[in-house]
């Protein structure tokens, strides 16, 4: 049996006050972990904002976008191509080729239709009932394919080649956000996507206790009758060291991207790139939660990123214990030196199919993590050299 490819990277992060990700009052999410309560950011939160990074990472070509308004976005892409296709007519002929495509409903939404015909307006664009995330180069072609039948599109579509043809594209040539983290159709789970990715919700590697920042907001145009403020209130916060986790199956990376190859290039290529991005939009992204309140804007002070050949593997587990403050305080060092001594224990009990380990770290509360990769300098470095290895070990199995 061959060998897997799996990447790994765990991180440690600093943030100060903040309130990252909330819950449904409004709190820090936050979890029990060891027995403890520990500050939480969902792994939700953390996907989305590595999406987000992508942007300025990747051309937009390489990416999706997911949205229920997606006959618009596909009616714009039709008119494009065919000028003469515009308005209602664009949008019907995007609809058939999108229920063609995905087997979903595209039609007004129920509740817009009815506000609509009572106010006289016209009717509402059709939307899909649920979020549809597909490829820009998946968009284009099934704008392509809607140009071709658009005299008459249903009549197309009942032609099984055709309507074969919409439901391929739709399951090809699959953008990087789409196959690192996958998609659901719930009318055609035959185009489903596994994600690629798995994602840890961020934990803090100590206890947390919620804290609560009361606030009041003077009226600029307040008079000395006017006494008091203007509004006062409450905002919930937390301040962590975050241990944060995430697993790349570079196996089924490679398939969800295979089919989006271009001639003439590289068969790891597409890989590469995407591997890259993650890494990069990963370990540099913040979700935004309250940021104008706060103003938490940290980086992660040590990653490690391991490439491996058997399976992902988590290291929260030295932090089951939570972490206490050290002589001068700070989480840091503590749980740096839990992960300098549980990583060595772990993949020697379980054998140790690490390929290549890599490290990254700032300042001395990291040094006793000195060992436990090669270190690297910089993220670009980093990311660089991840990359190169990944690719490299594909290209050895060829």
Known sequence: MSSRIILDIHALQNVPPSNLNRDDTGAPKSAVYGGVPRARVSSQAWKRATRRAFTDLLDPSELGVRTRRVAELLAGRITALSPSL????????????????????????????????????????????????????????????????????????????????????????????????????????????????????????????????????????????????????????????????????????ERNLGQGLDDGESPATPVRRAVEAFVDGFIAS?????????????????????????????????FENPVTTGESGGHLEGACARLAAYIPQIERAYGDDTTTAWLLRVGPATDQLEGIGTEVASLKELVATVGAAVADRLEQRR
């Open 86 to 253: 515009t308005g209602a007519q664009a949008l019907s002929v995007a609809a058939e080729v999108l229920q063609a495509a995905t087997g979903s409903k595209i039609e007004p939404p129920q509740r817009k239709a009815q506000d609509a015909k009572k106010h006289g307006a016209p009717e509402p664009a059709p939307e899909s009932s649920y979020l549809m995330f597909l490829s820009a180069r998946q968009l284009d072609g099934l704008a392509d394919l809607a140009v071709r039948g658009a005299d008459d599109i249903k009549t197309f579509l009942k032609d099984k080649e055709n309507k074969a043809q919409a439901k391929r594209i739709a399951d090809t040539r699959h953008s990087v956000d789409i196959a690192l983290f996958g998609r659901m159709v719930a009318d055609s789970t035959d185009i489903n996507v596994d994600a690629a990715t798995q994602v840890a919700h961020a934990l803090s590697v100590h206890q947390v206790a919620p804290e609560s920042d009361y606030f009041t907001a003077v009226d600029d145009q307040s008079t000395d009758a006017e006494p008091g403020a203007g509004m006062i209130g409450t905002i919930d916060f937390n301040s962590a060291t975050l241990y944060r986790y995430a697993a790349v199956d570079i196996d089924l990376l």
């Open 286 to 318: 913040l979700p935004t939660g309250k940021i104008n309140t706060f103003g938490n804007h940290t980086l992660p002070d040590a990653v490690i990123v391991k490439l491996r050949t058997a399976r992902p593997i988590s290291f929260v587990s030295a």
